[in-house]
């Protein structure tokens, strides 16, 4: 199969949806790696570092630092701090569950209702990276709980929003694959095709939080990407 190459994000073409002396949220491209792996491919972070150096005329290295990470297929929201003082305020503020994260997603199949919340632990196996969903506990699981509305009914697929409780490994991927619901494009949790560029119809579109420094409410949301299945959600 001959795969569409992704447009991959570079410093002209970041797409910035929120920057001010502490934070900068920018909006992820499917394909792109937040941080670096063992790929070898510029991540997102060293963009931001090159667009921040550029921008500002900043002599030596520039300070950013990775706060959460989305993975690789999918697209959306992405918060970096710009400062090592407001890093662990923001690491804080996302591991207490203080920023609301919404996503939207497609999926072939209807859930079995139109909203509801989904409870799994999940348990991941490193070496395939992949967490699997298990309705009881099981040894080195840990809960996962979303919650889950069907927005629309496009021509063959469903649009779902996504609004997760915890932040599991995979965790959306994973429990939605369990109920029979696997995202379009997500081979590895059973949707029987790929994308052709590689990429999920997941999206983390909306994200709210206070600001750790300023103490006001920042509430940011990401376009989605350009292709005729979300187009059709708009």
């Known amino acids: 199969m001959t795969h569409k190459k992704p447009m ?9 949806l929120h920057e001010d002396n502490h934070i900068i949220v920018i909006n992820k491209r499917p394909g792109d790696i937040v941080q670096g792996d063992k790929t070898g491919d510029t991540p997102l972070s060293e963009i931001v ?3 921040l150096k550029i921008k500002y005329n900043k002599p030596g290295n520039v300070y950013l630092g990775v706060v959460h990470r989305l993975d690789r297929p999918t697209s959306g ?3 970096f701090a710009k400062t090592s003082k407001v890093l662990p305020r923001l690491n804080k503020l996302f591991a207490e569950k203080e920023a609301q994260k919404t996503y939207w997603t497609i999926v072939k199949k209807k859930p079995p209702k139109t909203e509801g919340t989904l409870i799994h632990w999940l348990k991941r ?3 395939q990276n992949k967490s699997y969903a298990h ?7 840990k809960k996962a709980i979303l919650d889950y509305r069907v927005l629309k009914k496009l021509d063959s697929y469903y649009l779902l929003e996504i609004d997760l409780k915890t932040g599991r490994h995979h965790q959306i991927r ?5 109920i029979g619901c696997p995202i379009k494009g ?7 095709r790929s994308n052709k560029d590689g990429s999920i119809h997941l999206h983390a579109k909306k994200l709210s939080f206070v600001h750790p420094v300023k103490k006001e409410l920042i509430y940011i ?4 990407p350009k292709d005729p299945i979300w187009n059709a959600c708009v």
């Not at 009881?136 to 699981?141: D, H, Y």
């Not at 949301?221 to 989605?224: D, F, G, Q």
């Open 77 to 79: 929201l992405v918060v």
């Open 125 to 127: 196996n490193p070496k």
């Open 174 to 178: 994973s429990q939605l694959s369990a």
């Open 8 to 16: 991959h994000t570079n410093s002209n073409n970041l797409q910035v």
């Open 221 to 224: 949301t990401a376009p989605l």
């Open 49 to 51: 570092k090159q667009y």
């Open 186 to 192: 997500d081979l590895k949790y059973g949707f029987d």
């Open 135 to 141: 309705i009881k506990e099981v040894n080195n699981s």
